[in-house]
């Protein structure tokens, strides 16, 4: 139970010094050599594990592109530019959008079943976010927006809805491909980093690179290589092993709390009590929608460990917090 709570926390100290490391490195860069870093180490890692074959096939190949499209570039992008505004807190509960975008898409996607007890823990869960989107601080008001949303509320939408699309393009990697996580993550990787380097490139000032601290910047993107990469995307994937998928949801509903104290702590941002009113609503939808997965699970014999299933070890499912 410990290690579940200290995942949750790991991944909350991704987003303050993340949002650290924006004081003094442009975000496009930032993201782009992480990245770029993370895949060149995952290939490696990818390819001592599979005895020297990073093969992709060819119905494999315009998936991974996908993936490093959507789950590393947009997803990645957009979260730091909008983190850039946002509180490291504010940026994390959105994040807890996750499993509910998740179940939505799937039903269009995938075309599961849902029912009326899932939807209205859905309907629930979104309205949970509303009082957090309708509060701005100074910074967010800086970018003009649409309606009550900012334009850094929307971007980090944005990067929650295409890391979920991430998600179900690596489980189609995964199941009908058969491309190993490890393969298809280091190539999006590296894809993805290499944009957002082209992108830096564009809209960036390189002088020679944009970046004011290089002490802090390389302390930082070590940090998030390391803690985010690889280890709690690898710690998360053996918990999957002996906690169900329910719980860990649940358990991730503690990662805002983490970022918010983390937060207080490092970057002095204020939590006022909407924040806790809307992880209080989100906490009900979710609880009425995985009461009914419960039902489901029960009729079809219970939760079954992922290795029991046949699942490679390295697949993960999203939970409330899963950026990479």
Known sequence: MLLV??????FASVFTVAKGALYYAAPFFLVGSRMAAAGILMLGYALWRNRGSLYLTRNSIIRVVLLGIFNIYL?????????????SFKTCFLYSLSPFLTAFMSY????????????LGLIIGFAG????????NGAELLTTGFGFLTLAELSVLGAVLFSVIGWILLKQLVHQ????????????MLLGGTLALIQSAFFEDWTPVPVSNYPVWIKSTLFLIIVS???????????????????????????PLFTALFGWIFHG???TVWFFVSLAVVFIGLLIFY??????????????PLEKEGAPPEILVPSTIESS
């Open 5 to 10: 709570f200290t995942l949750y926390a790991l």
């Open 75 to 87: 997803t990645n992008v957009l979260e730091l530019w909008g983190l850039k505004y946002l509180t």
């Open 108 to 119: 269009f996607m995938l075309h599961e079943k849902l029912t009326s007890r899932k939807w």
């Open 129 to 136: 976010f509303v009082p957090m989107l309708e509060i701005h």
């Open 177 to 188: 491909n058969g491309c190993p996580p490890s393969v298809a993550n280091g190539y999006s």
């Open 229 to 255: 990469n690889i280890i709690c995307y690898n710690l998360y994937g053996r918990l999957l092993r002996k906690f169900s998928t329910t719980f860990m949801s649940f358990a991730g509903l503690s990662a």
């Open 269 to 271: 941002e204020v939590v």
């Open 291 to 304: 009461f009914e997965e419960l039902k489901g699970l029960e009729k079809r014999g219970g939760f079954v």
